[in-house]
């Protein structure tokens, strides 16, 4: 089998930014979205201290997305993007019982690059196997759980796989604050110490949906790593 970086796009549908809770479980309700959002465009920067205040500097290579909703909810589709905004790739979905049961990754040509299945086996835990094409076969590559209360993320187990054996894991919990924002991913691995990134909200549209957020890569940061920008169109 070809040398093949693992990636870690199957859990992009569960864990990507999650930040609050709502009544109605839907799509919307797993990205913690108020309002019935049409689009979601996601773009990160890397952070310049202007005047006091962090500000957005140059874009960056990855961690550029957008997701597309249907009038319903259903997260239907999301594409990636590099720091032209050009599209790289990206995933269409499957749903099922208004539930996503799969996505199919294509590239910015659209050639089928893999996919990723999602097994509901709870109200608060899903189950996804991703798989990539190689020699007319798909290999699966990286496998894991979400674990979820009240329709949000609260942790997921991840491994990915190099010729059927596992050369990466690791477990995550989510840390909320009291008005159910996400704060910290909490990160663990079989050997080493644990890791924790934190965030930090400084901006919001009128639907309370956040339009900038601070990333730091370690709790103790007192610079972030990444300026992180959201637009949002909505449905009427």
């Known amino acids: 089998m070809k040398n093949k970086k693992y990636i870690l796009f199957p859990i992009i549908s569960i864990v990507l930014t999650m930040l609050n809770s709502c009544v109605e479980q839907t799509e919307w309700t797993k990205y913690g979205l108020n309002g019935k959002v049409k689009t979601l465009v996601e773009n990160q920067y890397e952070p310049v201290e202007k005047s006091g205040k962090w500000q957005q500097g140059a874009p960056t290579r990855f961690g550029n997305y957008s997701l597309i909703f249907s009038e319903k909810g259903d997260h239907e589709r999301t594409n990636f993007f590099d720091e032209n905004n050009k599209i790289r ?7 099922e019982n208004g539930k996503m049961v799969e996505e199919s990754r294509y ?11 999602y097994t509901h086996t709870s109200d608060t835990k899903i189950e996804f196997t991703s ?24 942790g ?23 008005n159910g924002f996400l704060v910290g991913i909490k990160k663990s691995f079989p050997v080493g110490d644990d890791e924790i990134e934190k965030f930090e909200y400084t901006e919001f549209d009128d639907q309370n949906n956040w339009t900038k957020r601070l990333y730091y890569e370690d709790e103790d940061s007192k ?9 949002y169109e909505y449905y009427k």
Do not use: C, M, W
């Open 89 to 95: 790739y990206y995933l269409i979905s499957k749903i």
């Open 107 to 117: 590239d910015a040509e659209g050639k089928f690059q893999g996919i990723n299945k």
């Open 223 to 231: 610079t972030p790593h990444k300026i992180i920008i959201r637009s």
């Open 131 to 154: 798989y990539e094409p190689y020699e007319g076969e798909l290999i699966e590559v990286s496998k894991g759980t979400a674990y979820l209360k009240d329709g949000k993320p609260v």
């Open 156 to 178: 997921s187990d991840l491994k990915t796989l190099y010729n059927g054996e596992v050369n990466y894991e690791v477990q995550k919990k989510f840390l909320y604050d009291e």
